[in-house]
């Protein structure tokens, strides 16, 4: 889907939908589309994926902040790829945006969420619904966020998520007590991230 603004700055937002994919074949997408905006300043792109299920859990590194984290099934994860100046944001503007988007989107399912302030991510009565660890390289983003719909919380005691002990992980479908589809997730982050993008 394409995504375009009004008015003589035209910017667009293309949006991908791969399904599920492994985290390594999304960082090799993310790596393609992060040349493409270098080249197209006004085309923005926003990958909407969920991670595969594996029996064992893979590690790997990246060039992105916000420390371990952990992707699978049932959580949305977003990775816009951006040229921030074109777009008139500021990386810390930006991180708020997404932070702001994945609260905005909990409230279409009657969560009352917010961005964390001091505390990077999206909350919800102390527990943390949504993450965000971004990379940035001559003004364009890559990485993003993961917005918790409906995934399996016992993956994150494995780790410290996001460099905090003890931190208290929530899902969408826990907070709002009903079903909730990845698919009705990724539709409210896709509306929400174009409205933060202005497209």
């Known amino acids: 889907m394409v995504r375009t603004s009004e008015g003589a700055a035209r910017r667009s937002l293309i949006v991908h939908r791969p399904g599920r994919l492994a985290w390594r074949a999304a ?12 080249e197209e300043r006004c085309v923005a792109h926003l990958v909407l994926v969920e991670h595969l299920r594996r029996r064992g859990i893979d590690v790997e590194r990246c060039d992105r902040g916000g420390d371990v984290t952990w992707h699978g099934p049932g959580q949305v994860v977003g990775y816009p790829i951006v040229h921030l100046p074109t777009f008139h944001l500021r990386v810390a503007a930006f991180v708020h945006g997404l932070e702001e988007a994945m609260a905005r989107a909990c409230s279409k399912f009657g969560v009352e969420a917010a961005a964390g302030g001091d505390r990077i991510g ?23 966020f993961a917005l918790n719909a409906c995934p399996e919380l016992a993956h994150f005691a ?12 929530t899902t969408i479908e826990l907070e709002a007590k009903k079903q909730v589809s990845w698919m009705a997730a990724a539709d409210a982050m896709e509306a929400e991230i174009a409205a933060m993008l202005g497209v």
């Open 27 to 38: 960082l090799e997408l993310q790596r393609g589309l992060a040349a493409r905006v270098l």
């Open 122 to 144: 999206t909350w919800t009565g102390g527990k943390k619904i949504g993450s965000v660890g971004i990379h940035v390289s001559r003004g364009v983003t890559t990485h993003g």
């Open 158 to 169: 494995l780790i410290n998520p996001c460099g905090m002990p003890g931190c208290p992980m």
